[in-house]
């Protein structure tokens, strides 16, 4: 059984070009969550997504970022004109249910952008 | 072993000793919380969990105690290893928070051979 795949595994933008992250969840799980970490820091959340539903945005930048889970496919994470405080590791964990009440979220080995 | 609070961030011990590390979380309504520890270059790895309704829990070679009077939560590593360096992270669910883990900053744990 197949962990939570993220792909680009390293992603090299100049600033104001397009940055698309894709996750793919654990078979089973239907439950995606996107955290950014910075260098010495812990992971911050971001968004919380279902399939084909946003549940919780409340860690996600207004302006620029947006996240999707379609029907059929992969998570995405897209950063638009990116900058250089984008710089950081973007992780996706996978859950088989809420995680109202404690479900434990299984992380995927991140994708590390870099805005030069 | 040596215990450290979140605000030193590194701890290093000899191979063979125990390890304690220390997390003091922020919301006193949070009932679930998770250890991970984190490898160079990789994502956070699932150690141990526990319940706001149980003060101890073991597994294989670490054990989490919670002390909810004090919003207190720490692993223990028995017999630590080489394979044990990394970064480790608590982090805690909280009610109402919408499934969304809350992270302390962690702490480095470094094995001297």
């Known amino acids: 059984n197949a962990g939570v795949m993220q792909n680009p595994r390293h992603l090299v933008r100049r600033r104001g070009q397009e940055a698309r992250l894709r996750c793919s969840p654990m078979?089973?799980?239907?439950?995606v969550y996107w955290y950014r970490q910075l260098p010495e820091e812990g992971l911050k959340f971001m968004v919380y997504?279902?399939?084909?539903?946003?549940?919780?945005e409340s860690g996600m930048p207004k302006e620029r970022f947006s996240a999707e889970f379609p029907k059929e496919g992969p998570s995405i994470l897209r950063i638009q004109q990116v900058v250089r405080g984008d710089s950081a590791a973007y992780f996706c964990?996978?859950?088989?249910?809420?995680?109202?009440?404690?479900?434990?979220?299984?992380f995927g080995p991140g994708t590390r952008l870099l805005v030069l | 072993g040596e215990s450290v609070g979140l605000h030193l961030p590194t701890l290093s011990v000899q191979e063979g000793d125990n390890s304690i590390i220390n997390c003091a979380y922020s919301?006193?309504?949070?009932?679930?919380f998770i250890w991970y520890k984190q490898e160079s270059g990789k994502g956070p790895q699932f150690i141990i969990d526990?319940?706001?309704?149980?003060d101890k829990r073991q597994g294989q070679r670490v054990t989490v105690l919670l002390n909810k009077t004090v919003k207190h939560l720490s692993l223990q590593i028995a017999a630590t290893q080489p394979g044990d360096s990394a970064v480790y992270f608590c982090?805690?669910?909280?009610?109402?928070?919408?499934?969304?883990?809350?992270f302390g900053k962690g702490i480095t744990l470094s094995v001297r051979p």
């Open positions: 964990a996978s859950s088989p249910t809420s995680g109202r009440g404690g479900e434990t979220q299984y």
């Open positions: 078979k089973g799980h239907s439950h």
């Open positions: 997504l279902q399939k084909e539903n946003i549940i919780d």
């Open positions: 919301n006193s309504a949070s009932d679930y």
């Open positions: 526990i319940r706001s309704n149980m």
């Open positions: 982090a805690e669910y909280s009610p109402g928070a919408n499934s969304k883990l809350t």
